[in-house]
């Protein structure tokens, strides 16, 4: 199942309560502590970012985030300074099985876990709790497709 990060940084939002920096190895490279498992991981910040992560600025309704979490001023998406030496858990990590954009591209659901369906607002929420009831008993792969389905008859562009 492909996963195509938005850059919002919600996942990362609130990992500052999962990671800390252990120790500075030198300019730009960190031992990175999982606090729940005691993984350790020597990452380092990608050369095109290191002014960002300098600078230190981080986004103010981010609750606790990553210590190497920014937000590209440019784009005004979500940077993960450390990206290419992150974490497994980083790495392992999809906030969606199946996301659901609006004709500007903009998120209006997402399915995270095995069935939970986020919607961003409430227009769909009744639609969607009419339709639920008809294809919970199908086999997840059946219920993924019904989903798909459903978010693109109403002219949604679904990625799965």
């Known amino acids: 199942m492909p996963f195509f990060c938005q850059q919002c940084g919600e996942c990362c939002s609130v990992m500052g309560q999962v990671f800390a920096v252990r120790e500075k190895r030198g300019t730009f490279r960190y031992i990175f502590e999982n606090l729940y498992t005691g993984e350790e991981t020597e990452v380092e910040v990608s050369i095109p970012w290191r002014k960002l992560f300098s600078s230190g600025e981080r986004l103010a309704h981010w609750q606790d985030p990553c210590p190497f979490l920014r937000q590209d001023p440019a784009s005004g998406k979500a940077v993960c300074t450390v990206h290419g030496t992150r974490p497994g858990t980083c790495r392992d990590y999809g906030c969606w099985r199946v996301l659901v954009l609006d004709t500007s ?56």
């Open 105 to 160: 591209g903009q998120r209006v659901a997402r399915v995270m876990e095995r069935r939970y369906l986020h919607l961003e607002g409430p227009s769909l929420e009744r639609a969607w709790e009419e339709f639920r009831d008809g294809i919970d008993s199908l086999p997840d792969d059946e219920w993924e497709g019904a989903v798909a389905r459903f978010f693109r008859e109403r002219g949604y562009t679904v990625f799965r």
